[in-house]
């Protein structure tokens, strides 16, 4: 018997990275999963996007705990788009008691800070509005509670002194992460639908460069400090970060709404 026995998760950003992780600890505490991603590239982002081979690979994965998925490329930029893929999801597996809106990207690419922050913006906050307002009214209405994770980062509780617009507009989407989620949470509580956020360190992903410091920063040492842990790990893994979630949307944490869980490794206390 799972904690998770009985629900469907909706999961954005699930073809690799933090997405796959968090869909495979959910399926093994017992739940199915609807699984979105782009699958495809972003000229502001730096490094290779997720593919559909990636999704696939998230799907047999989750089969392989015995639980069912079903995947979709869904933009989380395009509400309508997300929208089907909830929608063929739930018609597949039933309603959705759980919401991970996890989907998320990195600054940097080849591009103008305008467009960096545009996009960085559109997916980080934005898509994280849409992923809310497409799942939020089946929630309501099915009248069986739930619980909903938004991916903010250790940038959404503190300033990383950067003046580039990716940068920046990374770290303001992620403290409007926060701001949502504390909107979010009051809204439903009457509902017994709880909101909650994690805000991670510097997790081994694709996005992250697998966690290497000195690639991500770039040589800047500003970063650098800005990134350092209190335990001396430049990085945790992606499955810290899902443990985290999965007691998050279980009934071990029935009254916990509102908050943040930082999964930082101490970089927010160092400060």
Known sequence: ?????????????????????????????????????????????PYPMATPDDLQQTVKA???????????????????????????????????????ANAGIGPGGASTDEQQWDDVMAVNITGVWNTGRVAIPSMIENGQGGAIVLTSSTGGLMGVGIPVGGFLGYVAAKHGVIGLMRSWANFLAPHYIRVNSVAPTTVKTPMAAMGDLD??????????????????VDAVDPEDVSNAIAWLVSDEARYVTGTVIPVDAGQVNKR
């Not at 999961?11 to 990275?17: M, Q």
């Not at 069912?68 to 597996?93: I, K, N, P, Y």
């Open 62 to 100: 989750v089969e392989a705990t015995g639980r069912r998925m079903v995947a979709r490329q869904a933009d989380v930029r395009d509400v309508d788009s997300l929208r089907a893929a909830f929608a063929e999801g739930t018609a597949e597996l039933g309603p959705v008691g759980i919401v991970l």
């Open 215 to 232: 690639a991500i920063t770039h040589g800047i040492p500003e970063l650098r400090r800005a990134l350092e842990n209190a335990i001396p």
């Open 1 to 45: 018997m799972g904690k998770l026995d009985g629900k469907v998760a909706f999961i954005t950003g699930a073809a690799r990275g933090q997405g796959r992780s968090h869909a495979i600890r959910l399926a093994q505490e017992g739940a199915d999963i609807i699984g979105v991603d782009i699958c495809a590239q972003m000229d502001t982002v």
